[in-house]
T-cell receptor
């Protein structure tokens, strides 16, 4: 089955700096890669996604890049703010919406 | 408002007891999923269902059971056979096909006492 690895497990940045979280996947057939943000005690919320026919996607301060050849994709957050502090999960979808998740990255943005 | 309702938010279970976690949705989504979340391990799939009266095991189904009698409901029973049930349980839904993303509920934290 699919295996998704996520790094780093924790990330601490100063407010205003950029943050980058990286994921790799094992199955070249995966074609949909969402990113979720989870705040303490809540369920994850989709923040951005990318499909395999696109190399990059941006939404305001958030961007995702995908390298299909290397089988890795990354989340970039620019101009970080304290409210960006949360746990972020990447995922890869093989078929029928069955997602495989990374182990999560705890992002701490220091004011 | 459309959404997913998980109840209860907190649940305490004595060893040897079965407990049932509720997941109800009014999004008219076909697929429903149960995930377990443990610290540092991300989300692991327990069971999923793409249609009423049908469901499939995920990666960690042992000690759990589900039913899908209605499109709106997908309850999860944690049985006494589950060796380490203390965890945060998340229900999710999605439309089928074309890789639509999940919508998650707010979760149930189960603690064995």
């Amino acid at each position: 089955g699919e295996n998704v690895e996520q790094h780093p497990s924790t990330l601490s940045v100063q407010e205003g700096d950029s943050a980058v979280i990286k994921c790799t996947y094992s199955d070249s057939a995966s074609n949909y890669f969402p990113w979720y943000k989870q705040e303490l005690g809540k369920g994850p919320q989709l923040i951005i996604d990318i499909r395999s026919n696109v190399g990059e996607k941006k939404d305001q301060r958030i961007a995702v890049t995908l390298n299909k050849t290397a089988k890795h994709f990354s989340l970039h957050i620019t101009e970080t703010q304290p409210e960006d502090s949360a746990v972020y999960f990447c995922a890869a979808s093989l078929n029928f919406n069955k997602f495989y998740f990374g182990s999560g990255t705890k992002l701490n943005v220091k004011p | 408002d459309g959404g997913i309702t998980q109840s209860p938010k907190y649940l305490f279970r004595k060893e040897g007891q079965n407990v049932t976690l509720s997941c109800e949705q009014n999004l008219n989504h076909d697929a429903m999923y149960w995930y377990r979340q443990d610290p540092g391990q991300g989300l692991r799939l327990i069971y999923y269902s793409q249609i009423v009266n049908d469901f499939q095991k995920g990666d960690i189904a042992e000690g759990y059971s589900v039913s899908r009698e209605k499109k709106e409901s997908f309850p999860l029973t944690v049985t006494s056979a589950q060796k380490n049930p203390t965890a945060f349980y998340l229900c999710a839904t999605s439309r089928l096909g074309a890789n639509y993303g999940y919508t998650f509920g707010s979760g149930t934290r189960l603690t064995v006492v």
